[in-house]
């Protein structure tokens, strides 16, 4: 009876998924996603098909959980900094545009200067 086949569990430089490739003697593999041809660095898993590709799905399910985080965590400091920077300039408009009052206390005294 044959062994069973062993598979790896590798991640494309490229592309950044994890799949499961099957254990050959040649160091080179070739990403089923993009079709980037690369060499073995690391395993991230071995065993048999099976289990290799639960692992693939957990390991992709945990990386784009974190990179959907990371993105929430992006678009609510953006959103954070651009309403600081609103409320800046808004701060900005108002000590830069004069009251009524002060206008009027303005014209006062021209015209008071003026009379004398």
Same mark, same amino acid.
């Given at each position: 009876?044959?062994?069973?086949q062993?598979?790896?569990?590798l ?5 950044r #998924?994890? /799949?499961?490739?099957?254990e050959?003697? +040649? @160091? ?5 996603a993009?079709? *980037?041809?690369?060499?073995?660095l ?6 048999s098909?099976a289990?290799c ?7 992709? #399910?945990? /990386? ?5 985080? +990371? @993105? ?5 400091l953006?959103? *954070? ?7 800046l300039?808004?701060?900005w ?7 009524r009052?002060s206008?009027t #206390? ?6 008071v200067? +003026?009379?004398?």
């Amino acid at each position: 009876m044959a062994p069973p086949q062993r598979f790896r569990v590798l991640r494309c430089c490229s592309c950044r #998924l994890f /799949q499961a490739h099957q254990e050959k003697k +040649s @160091l080179k593999w070739t990403c089923k996603a993009c079709g *980037e041809k690369q060499s073995f660095l690391r395993t991230y898993g071995d065993g048999s098909g099976a289990d290799c590709r639960r692992h693939v799905q957990k390991l992709n #399910l945990l /990386q784009g959980q974190i990179s959907e985080m +990371s @993105l929430r965590h992006s678009n609510i400091l953006k959103s *954070e900094h651009r309403r600081q920077r609103e409320e800046l300039k808004s701060n900005w408009r108002e000590e830069r545009s004069p009251t009524r009052n002060s206008r009027t #206390l303005k014209r006062e005294d021209r015209l008071v200067s +003026s009379d004398c």
